[in-house]
């Protein structure tokens, strides 16, 4: 048996609800595995919950475009301005079934992605923070100039920044931050094996590590502070201008 889910459309007067567009007709989705949300230039919130269908707001008093690309993908896309097809700025809050693929693709655009334990993926370029915590089966996050702030435990984590400062809390089998000037500041629960990189940002690291982990620290501008927890075994390398490797004496 085929599982449907529908979507349903209407508007946001932005910072206080007020009527709404009729919705669309429900779209059928089902045998859908993911969604992407493109939004060149604004906001893009994602949440997961327990229903079997996609709903989406959009604080422009125009609907959405949301259409099928394929059998597996629905695709969200905000209305275009009447000025040559500009795209214009739209601030879209989609809720998802939790276990969905979430694309998110901007340029100027902050994010915030909860709540979701399928795949995440988020390309954005400049001026737009990423926010993600929950535990998604696997992150990749590719952003120019904004900051990383991530909350999540998951298998497979890769971020990278260009000049934004990367945050993350939590723990994962294998993890890769790369930033080229910004902070690197970890806070885990356990890693199995990590890679830490800045070309001229600090790194900060405390917390644990899996039996035999491996974990490379490397900048060439910065320093770089770890703590291990008690009872740590690990293969460490680190290279930097000023490494300081060391147990809280409480551990």
């Known amino acids: 048996m ?29 045998g859908a595995t993911a969604v992407t ?22 604080s422009t008093a125009q609907p959405l475009t949301v259409r ?20 214009a700025r739209s601030d879209i809050f989609v809720r998802v079934p939790r276990s969905v693929r979430v694309n998110v693709d901007g340029h100027q655009t902050k994010v915030d992605i909860l709540g979701v334990t399928g795949r995440v993926d988020v ?30 435990t998951t298998p497979y984590l890769r971020a990278k920044s260009a000049s934004g400062r990367i ?33 001229s940002g ?9 039996a035999n982990a491996s974990i490379v620290f490397e900048t060439h501008g910065g320093d770089i502070t770890a703590e291990f927890a008690k009872g740590t075994a690990a293969e460490v390398i680190a290279t930097g201008a000023v490494i300081d490797l060391f147990r809280s004496e409480e551990h």
């Open 2 to 30: 085929h599982r449907t889910v529908a979507i349903a459309l209407c508007a946001l007067v932005p910072s206080v609800v007020q009527a709404q567009l009729p919705a669309k007709p429900p779209v059928s989705t089902a």
């Open 37 to 58: 949300i493109q939004n060149s230039f604004g906001y893009v919130r994602v949440e997961g919950w327990d229903r079997d269908s996609v709903s989406v707001v959009d």
């Open 68 to 87: 099928r690309d394929s059998p597996g993908e629905i695709h969200i896309n905000p209305p275009r301005d009447g000025l040559g097809g500009n795209v």
């Open 123 to 152: 390309d954005v370029g400049i001026e737009g923070d990423v926010r993600i915590s929950g535990s998604p089966s696997e992150v990749n996050v590719d952003t120019r100039q904004s900051d990383i702030e991530l909350k999540v």
């Open 167 to 199: 945050n993350w809390t939590g723990s994962s089998d294998d993890v890769l931050l790369s930033t080229v000037t910004g902070e690197i500041r970890i806070r885990s629960g356990v890693i199995g094996r990590g890679r830490f990189e800045t070309t």
């Open 202 to 210: 600090d790194i900060r690291f405390q917390g644990g590590v899996t």
